[in-house]
């Protein structure tokens, strides 16, 4: 298994920007297709974007295309998120995850794909 840590969270005005990193150890990220999701208060946890293990395929939640981005750095074991024009609905708690696969070229999106998860990290969003 893997170990996800996650940071880079905090709180940014409406129309800002913010980038998470979610830091692995334990294997290295190249083996594994990621994602991240996020959970609002009383809401369901909700997939927000993925990205295959050879890094070449992403998806994205329709509520953020456009406005933020998926990476790997397999040399640095880290997967990013980059979030652009951010929006009061996007105030939650993100969630790195991974799931260690053999194909190259898949994106995984259900939460219950995943068998490894980092702690969260906060992201407000003010108006």
């Known amino acids: 298994q893997v170990q996800l840590v996650e940071s880079g969270g905090g709180l940014v005005q409406a129309g800002g920007s913010l980038r998470l990193s979610c830091a692995a150890s334990g294997r290295t990220v190249s083996v594994y297709a990621m994602g991240w999701f996020r959970q609002a208060p009383g809401k369901e946890r909700e997939f927000v974007a993925g990205?295959?293990?050879?890094?070449?395929?992403?998806n994205y939640a329709d509520s953020v295309k456009d406005r933020f981005t998926i990476s790997t750095d397999n040399v640095k074991s880290t997967v990013h998120l980059q979030m652009n024009s951010l929006k009061p609905e996007d105030t939650a708690v993100y969630y790195c995850?991974?799931?260690?696969?053999?194909?190259?070229?898949?994106?995984?999106?259900?939460?219950?794909?995943?068998?490894?998860w980092g702690q969260g990290t906060q992201v407000t969003v003010s108006s």
């Open positions: 995850a991974g799931k260690a696969v053999i194909s190259f070229d898949r994106v995984y999106s259900r939460a219950t794909d995943f068998s490894s």
């Open positions: 990205i295959s293990r050879n890094g070449a395929y992403r």
